[in-house]
């Protein structure tokens, strides 16, 4: 029979974690508190109650009281940041959520959590009760024993297996056993706890003298046979910090803390104590897990609604006569939701098997594709084809450009766009991680969709598709799918005109949808032979560099493991001792990082160059050069890229499967791919027309600095004029190393660079970067005024807006942690320029396409690459399409300083370029 098991959480890591899980893009709900935190600490405490169902829980705090250890060691954590005002304002929220959940919550004054945790483990195990340490904290690792195990599941990574770390693991990964972990931190010591250790003693030093010695004790009782003379001085010279170390972490495994286990026995969660709290926070997605656990309720207060089919007034019509009756009903009205349903996302390849319909809340009509016996395909579209290309009729949906491609594939142009609630939740709150119907219907209408899963299972080999379920299912999922959309699209036009982007909504996104619809279905001509060619080339290429690295690490091994990699360069070669370089962090798995930042560091040695010329040609070619290729359409014979409207918080585009954004320019190798790119017929060609210097010139107009306004009123070289100010220097005196660094301080000036960041990219120290920004303020004093003026306006409304008055959040402008704060100051400063920038571009392409559009021409706008659009033209109409395209996007905004556009023309985009 198994042992009852003992689950102990350590809850001041989880709360850190929690809230740095989100650090990039925080959940703040609409009452404006951050709930990172919060949410990441509620979602941890679920799994492990629901999930694991632990018979006894508790989760420990530490105290904000000094410990023993401070008391042996004044500078004991004396290094850690302050905790971030926003996180600590989530403390009391945590408080009362464990409360709620009725887990017992420790802690005690003078000791850390680590104390109490290592105490409970050590008395559940004298009792034969399993104990689980839920932490990360690797010393938690010297009180492992067959009872007692890590549970290592990072919050927020969702329901994957956790990794439990036992005796035989930490044997594994680090040949030690769990006593002889206290004499391996106090060797190495610990950076985070500010833990001194021994000078030049590493990880791996550490392992392998406990590994022959045994302890601390053993070392320094045959500190004689240790040849290596500067570990031999060092351990010699640093006696006394090593066993203070020692004596610093080593947990007390019986603090006095007067809790009987059987008061940690896990609690019956009661949903009445959860649910006003989850709905307070905005947690309501969380609410139908409380049911799923069978948490214990008398009526579950206030959960969610969701489908009923005894309430929703939804319709399957599947006879002529009901399709008539649904055309002429949809013919009287002046905007109707509509929604279609496939048998997959992929617009090319995908087909449609029903459309729903909408116009009153709470009632819906499906129309089914795929019953030839009852209604044939055909005849549905002939009832419908009229009505959706009628553009006097508006139309809405969620995602609509998806459904307006899937109408595409059956002869359909859908004219009339009118409403996208996708587009709309993103302009309302741009920082939202998911903006899809499920998420918009939580946030909104507190609705939880019928989830698809229902429908057609999990992913995997055993999904179905859409074709294999039952009409009268697909009916009720589709037919939800339009009502809510509907509900959405009442609610979200008041939330528009409340933050003040009914404009941009209306004026810029909505037509741009049109835009992007007919970009993607133009979709890019590929040369295949060409890239064929290219990928054997590069193969041969990567393999020759492969035996090369091979040669110069005297052995083969796998160069795509980063863990192969990683033993290879820092403990064979050690590279980093023959350049005097510290060794790089390992990962959380235990391993040395190889990110290409981590290896730019280590770049003088011979083999660091070769690793990277090698990963940049295996990742053209497999990215590129071998993907781009097996994704054209067979249906088009052209590759068909998706834009987003609702990714970027700044506003700009993305592109995705594939994303055709990323192709490179920078490098020979990289811009040769561009030549694949050709036009679809032999007297077609490709127009590349690129902004010059966009984003430059819209600080220029933001800031209103007279000097920059002038320069690029003159038609001056930017770079060269702000080189000559900031080096002194007339401009005809400008080296091209100069420009060069100019160049790094005007574009890093948009991003809020600091004198760091500066130093980095130029290879200067701190104090010659801040010199260079001083002097650039001083010839461009406007600029740092308006950065000035622009946090000041973050700072009190918690929001920067755009030229168009695109809304971006930054809740963190105000944080007491500097480096919180000061990313939000860049996001503040970057968000209002490149966001603008991004407003105009798709002003130029609106403009663009309607031009071509009213003038029949059979040019088409294929590629929109952030300052770049791309073009494939007939040949008789290049003339007039150059001019076209250069004046439309040099007006698309007035400016005080001139747009300029670079217009190129070729038989590739490289050539174009």
Same mark, same amino acid.
């Given at each position: 029979?198994?042992?009852?098991?003992?689950?102990?959480?350590?809850?001041?890591?989880?709360?850190?974690?929690?809230?740095?899980?989100?650090?990039?893009?925080?959940?703040?709900?609409?009452?404006?508190?951050?709930?990172?935190?919060?949410?990441?600490?509620?979602?941890?405490?679920?799994?492990?109650?629901?999930?694991?169902?632990?018979?006894?829980?508790?989760?420990?705090?530490?105290?904000?009281?000094?410990?023993?250890?401070?008391?042996?060691?004044?500078?004991?954590?004396?290094?850690?940041?302050?905790?971030?005002?926003?996180?600590?304002?989530?403390?009391? &929220?945590?408080?009362?959520?464990?409360?709620?959940?009725?887990?017992?919550?420790?802690?005690?004054?003078?000791?850390?959590?680590?104390?109490?945790?290592?105490?409970?483990?050590?008395?559940?195990?004298?009792?034969?009760?399993?104990?689980?340490?839920?932490?990360?904290?690797?010393? $938690?690792?010297?009180?492992?024993?067959?009872?007692?195990?890590?549970?290592?599941?990072?919050?927020?990574?969702?329901?994957?297996?956790?990794?439990?770390?036992?005796?035989?693991?930490?044997?594994?990964?680090?040949?030690? &056993?769990?006593?002889?972990?206290?004499?391996?931190?106090?060797?190495?010591?610990?950076?985070?706890?500010?833990?001194?250790?021994?000078?030049?003693?590493?990880?791996?030093?550490?392992?392998?003298?406990?590994?022959?010695?045994?302890?601390?004790?053993?070392?320094?009782?045959?500190?004689?046979?240790?040849?290596?003379?500067?570990?031999?001085?060092?351990?010699?010279?640093?006696?006394?910090?090593?066993?203070?170390?020692?004596?610093?972490?080593?947990?007390?495994?019986?603090?006095?803390?007067?809790?009987?286990?059987?008061?940690?026995?896990?609690?019956?969660?009661?949903?009445?104590?959860?649910?006003?709290?989850?709905?307070?926070?905005?947690?309501?997605?969380?609410?139908?897990?409380?049911?799923?656990?069978?948490?214990?309720?008398?009526?579950?207060?206030?959960?969610?609604?969701?489908?009923?089919?005894?309430?929703?007034?939804?319709?399957?019509?599947?006879?002529?006569?009901?399709?008539?009756?649904?055309?002429?009903?949809?013919? &009287?009205?002046?905007?109707?939701?509509?929604?279609?349903?496939?048998?997959?996302?992929?617009?090319?390849?995908?087909?449609?098997?029903?459309?729903?319909?909408?116009?009153?809340?709470?009632?819906?009509?499906?129309?089914?594709?795929?019953?030839?016996?009852?209604?044939?395909?055909?005849?549905?579209?002939?009832?419908?084809?009229?009505?959706?290309?009628?553009?006097?009729?508006?139309?809405?949906?969620?995602?609509?450009?998806?459904?307006?491609?899937?109408?595409?594939?059956?002869?359909?142009?859908?004219?009339?766009?009118?409403?996208?609630?996708?587009?709309?939740?993103?302009?309302?709150?741009?920082?939202?991680?998911?903006?899809?119907?499920?998420?918009?219907?939580?946030?909104?209408?507190?609705?939880?969709?019928?989830?698809?899963?229902?429908?057609?299972?999990?992913?995997?080999?055993?999904?179905?598709?859409?074709? =294999?379920?039952?009409?009268?299912?697909?009916?009720?999922?589709?037919?939800?799918?339009?009502?809510? @959309?509907?509900?959405?699209?009442?609610?979200?036009?008041?939330?528009? %005109?409340?933050?003040?982007?009914?404009?941009?909504?209306?004026?810029?996104?909505?037509?741009?949808?049109?835009?992007?619809?007919?970009?993607?279905?133009?979709?890019?001509?590929?040369?295949?032979?060409?890239?064929?060619?290219?990928?054997?080339?590069?193969?041969?290429?990567?393999?020759?560099?492969?035996?090369?690295?091979?040669?110069?690490?005297?052995?083969?091994?796998?160069?795509?493991?980063?863990?192969?990699?990683?033993?290879?360069?820092? =403990?064979?070669?050690?590279?980093?001792?023959?350049?005097?370089?510290?060794?790089?962090? %390992?990962?959380?798995?235990?391993?040395?990082?190889?990110?290409?930042?981590?290896?730019?560091?280590?770049?003088?040695?011979?083999?660091?160059?070769?690793?990277?010329?090698? %990963?940049?040609?295996?990742?053209?070619?497999?990215?590129?050069?071998?993907?781009?290729?097996?994704?054209?359409?067979?249906?088009?014979?052209?590759?068909? @890229?998706?834009?987003?409207?609702?990714?970027?918080?700044?506003?700009?585009?993305?592109?995705?499967?594939?994303?055709?954004?990323?192709?490179?320019?920078?490098?020979?190798?990289?811009?040769?791919?561009?030549?694949?790119?050709?036009?679809?017929?032999?007297?077609?060609?490709?127009?590349?027309?690129?902004?010059?210097?966009?984003?430059?010139?819209?600080?220029?107009?933001?800031?209103?600095?007279?000097?920059?306004?002038?320069?690029?009123?003159?038609?001056?070289?930017?770079?060269?004029?702000?080189?000559?100010?900031?080096? =002194?220097?007339?401009?005809?005196?400008?080296?091209?190393?100069?420009?060069?660094?100019?160049?790094?301080?005007?574009?890093?000036?948009?991003?809020?660079?600091?004198?760091?960041?500066?130093?980095?990219?130029?290879?200067?120290?701190?104090?010659?970067?801040?010199?260079?920004?001083?002097?650039?303020?001083?010839?461009?004093?406007?600029?740092?005024?308006?950065?000035? =003026?622009?946090?000041?306006?973050?700072?009190?409304?918690?929001?920067?807006? @755009?030229?168009?008055?695109?809304?971006?959040?930054?809740?963190?402008?105000?944080?007491?942690?500097?480096?919180?704060?000061?990313?939000?100051?860049?996001?503040?400063?970057?968000?209002?320029?490149?966001?603008?920038?991004?407003?105009?571009?798709?002003?130029?392409?609106?403009?663009?396409?309607?031009?071509?559009?009213?003038?029949?021409?059979?040019?088409?706008?294929?590629?929109?690459?952030?300052?770049?659009?791309?073009?494939?033209?007939?040949?008789?109409?290049?003339?007039?399409?150059?001019?076209?395209?250069?004046?439309?996007?040099?007006?698309? $905004?007035?400016?005080?300083?001139?747009?300029?556009?670079?217009?190129?023309?070729?038989?590739?985009?490289?050539?174009?370029?």
């Amino acid at each position: 029979m198994a042992p009852p098991r003992l689950f102990l959480i350590d809850g001041s890591a989880l709360y850190y974690r929690s809230y740095f899980a989100f650090i990039r893009n925080p959940l703040i709900n609409s009452k404006g508190e951050n709930t990172s935190a919060t949410y990441g600490f509620t979602t941890y405490l679920m799994r492990i109650l629901f999930d694991e169902k632990p018979d006894y829980l508790a989760v420990v705090f530490d105290t904000k009281e000094p410990t023993f250890r401070h008391h042996k060691y004044a500078p004991y954590k004396a290094t850690r940041e302050k905790m971030p005002e926003e996180m600590a304002a989530q403390y009391p &929220r945590i408080v009362e959520l464990t409360e709620a959940f009725g887990v017992a919550r420790l802690e005690k004054a003078g000791y850390e959590a680590d104390d109490l945790i290592a105490t409970l483990a050590k008395r559940a195990e004298r009792q034969g009760i399993e104990t689980y340490m839920a932490t990360g904290d690797k010393d $938690m690792m010297q009180v492992l024993s067959p009872m007692i195990k890590m549970f290592n599941m990072r919050p927020g990574a969702g329901k994957d297996s956790p990794e439990i770390i036992d005796a035989a693991h930490l044997q594994q990964e680090l040949g030690l &056993r769990p006593e002889q972990v206290i004499d391996y931190l106090a060797l190495m010591g610990d950076k985070s706890d500010n833990v001194p250790g021994v000078p030049k003693v590493g990880e791996k030093t550490a392992r392998e003298l406990l590994q022959q010695y045994g302890s601390v004790a053993g070392i320094y009782a045959n500190l004689d046979k240790i040849s290596k003379k500067a570990i031999h001085d060092t351990l010699a010279e640093n006696r006394r910090l090593a066993e203070l170390s020692r004596e610093l972490v080593t947990l007390d495994t019986d603090a006095p803390l007067e809790i009987d286990l059987e008061a940690l026995r896990r609690p019956a969660v009661e949903a009445e104590k959860l649910v006003p709290l989850f709905e307070h926070l905005e947690f309501r997605s969380l609410i139908p897990r409380l049911r799923e656990a069978g948490a214990q309720s008398a009526a579950m207060p206030s959960l969610q609604t969701q489908f009923d089919a005894q309430k929703q007034n939804y319709h399957l019509v599947n006879t002529p006569g009901a399709l008539q009756t649904l055309a002429e009903q949809l013919r &009287r009205r002046d905007f109707f939701i509509f929604d279609t349903e496939t048998t997959g996302l992929e617009t090319f390849n995908a087909e449609v098997i029903g459309i729903s319909f909408a116009w009153e809340k709470g009632e819906a009509y499906y129309v089914p594709l795929n019953d030839p016996a009852n209604l044939p395909a055909q005849a549905v579209i002939a009832a419908f084809k009229p009505l959706f290309e009628n553009p006097q009729i508006k139309k809405g949906g969620q995602n609509i450009k998806f459904d307006a491609l899937m109408l595409y594939q059956h002869g359909i142009e859908l004219q009339g766009i009118d409403f996208d609630t996708m587009i709309a939740g993103y302009l309302i709150s741009p920082g939202a991680r998911q903006n899809n119907l499920d998420a918009l219907a939580e946030k909104y209408l507190n609705y939880k969709m019928i989830p698809i899963e229902e429908l057609i299972g999990k992913k995997g080999k055993g999904q179905k598709t859409m074709l =294999d379920v039952p009409v009268e299912q697909v009916s009720a999922y589709s037919c939800e799918d339009a009502d809510i @959309t509907l509900q959405l699209k009442l609610m979200l036009e008041e939330k528009l %005109r409340e933050t003040g982007a009914e404009e941009l909504f209306r004026e810029v996104e909505m037509p741009l949808v049109e835009v992007l619809l007919h970009v993607e279905k133009s979709g890019v001509s590929l040369d295949v032979p060409f890239l064929q060619e290219m990928s054997a080339r590069l193969g041969e290429n990567a393999e020759r560099l492969q035996k090369e690295i091979y040669q110069l690490a005297g052995e083969e091994f796998n160069t795509n493991s980063p863990q192969q990699l990683g033993v290879i360069l820092f =403990d064979k070669l050690e590279i980093h001792r023959e350049l005097n370089k510290r060794k790089p962090a %390992r990962t959380a798995t235990g391993q040395y990082s190889t990110t290409e930042a981590i290896l730019l560091r280590y770049s003088e040695h011979p083999v660091v160059n070769k690793i990277l010329e090698y %990963r940049k040609l295996a990742k053209l070619k497999s990215t590129y050069v071998d993907a781009l290729p097996a994704l054209i359409s067979p249906r088009t014979g052209r590759l068909h @890229t998706s834009f987003n409207q609702t990714i970027a918080a700044t506003g700009r585009l993305s592109s995705s499967d594939p994303n055709l954004q990323n192709i490179p320019i920078r490098g020979e190798v990289g811009r040769e791919i561009r030549k694949a790119f050709i036009p679809g017929a032999p007297d077609h060609y490709i127009l590349s027309a690129d902004y010059s210097q966009v984003e430059l010139r819209v600080m220029a107009h933001i800031s209103g600095d007279e000097a920059l306004k002038e320069a690029f009123a003159r038609g001056e070289d930017i770079h060269s004029t702000t080189a000559a100010a900031i080096f =002194d220097v007339s401009l005809n005196q400008v080296t091209p190393e100069q420009r060069r660094k100019a160049k790094e301080v005007n574009f890093g000036i948009i991003y809020g660079i600091s004198r760091f960041g500066l130093a980095d990219r130029l290879g200067i120290s701190p104090d010659e970067a801040e010199e260079i920004i001083r002097h650039y303020f001083i010839r461009f004093p406007k600029v740092n005024q308006y950065m000035i =003026d622009t946090i000041a306006f973050a700072r009190q409304n918690k929001y920067v807006t @755009t030229l168009l008055n695109r809304r971006r959040y930054v809740p963190e402008i105000a944080d007491k942690n500097a480096a919180i704060r000061q990313n939000a100051e860049r996001v503040a400063i970057n968000t209002t320029i490149q966001g603008s920038a991004a407003d105009l571009i798709k002003i130029a392409m609106i403009d663009i396409y309607k031009e071509i559009k009213s003038r029949k021409l059979h040019s088409q706008m294929i590629l929109q690459v952030h300052d770049e659009l791309v073009f494939e033209a007939p040949e008789n109409e290049v003339d007039m399409l150059k001019p076209l395209i250069k004046e439309k996007m040099e007006s698309a $905004m007035q400016l005080s300083v001139p747009l300029k556009v670079d217009v190129g023309v070729g038989k590739n985009w490289l050539e174009a370029h």
